[in-house]
């Protein structure tokens, strides 16, 4: 008896232990109501575990996977999500030396296994945003955007029509080349809307007044200037 107390209270401990050096770094609610969470665990960026939990929010039946198939750089750590269903989703890497990584993995058992996706980005320093679910979103299971950069008038970004596996450049000039503008903010939704918010570069925020919007309702097929 006693010796069973002793090991419900190590076990206890552990726990405890694990909660408290147990890190969320995104999460997201699928439309079936189950939850999905991207997590790291250990003190040290070279040590940590990274791991994805799937959970049933109605009998809170957990499914753990731990990502220690692919090597995290500890400047280039995951920092999001992206489950178009149960089974399929992806997580993002970016960062690294000079903000020059960013990593698209693609998973379609639930996290158990990863795929590294060649999406498009490039490892030439600043001159992509950061990949996260700011500039990533999949519409649907078979497409999906990358929102890259604005550059010498044209919109750079990504398409998907096989469910992320192949990814195809774009360029559409969107303005003219001597514009100096950058993105200021994307939105996506589910109907395959992209709306991007570009303002004047070099200017402080509450003196941005010149803001050009432009909006996509083909999953980013065309995008065209709003009056």
Not at 73 to 81: D, E, F, G, V, Y
Not at 183 to 211: H, M, N
Request: net charge neutral.
């Amino acid at each position: 008896m006693k010796r069973n107390l002793t090991l419900m209270i190590l076990m206890c401990i552990a726990s405890i232990a694990w909660g408290q050096s147990n890190t969320l770094i995104d999460q997201q609610i699928l439309s079936n109501g189950k939850l999905i969470r991207l997590t790291s665990n250990g003190s040290a960026d070279e040590n940590k575990r990274y791991a994805i939990e799937l959970i049933n929010r109605l009998t809170n039946d957990t499914i753990l996977h731990y990502m220690d198939s692919i090597q995290h750089a500890h400047c280039s750590p995951p920092n999001s999500i992206f489950f178009v269903n149960d089974s399929t989703g992806f997580f993002t890497e970016s960062g690294g030396c000079y903000a020059s990584y960013n990593w698209l993995f693609r998973t379609t058992d639930r996290g158990l296994t990863w795929k590294f996706i060649e999406s498009g980005s490039r490892t030439d320093g600043n001159s992509f945003r950061l990949l996260n679910n700011e500039s990533f979103y999949m519409f649907n299971e078979l497409h999906g955007i990358i929102v890259w950069e604005l550059k010498e008038g044209k919109l750079i970004y990504s398409l998907t029509s096989d469910g992320g596996v192949n990814w195809t450049k774009h360029r559409q000039v969107v303005m003219s080349k001597d514009n100096r503008k950058e993105i200021q903010s994307i939105s996506f939704s589910a109907d395959g809307q992209v709306t991007v918010v570009c303002a004047e570069k070099f200017i402080l925020e509450p003196d941005r007044k010149r803001v050009l919007v432009l909006q996509s309702n083909d999953f980013g097929k065309l995008f065209h200037p709003l009056k």
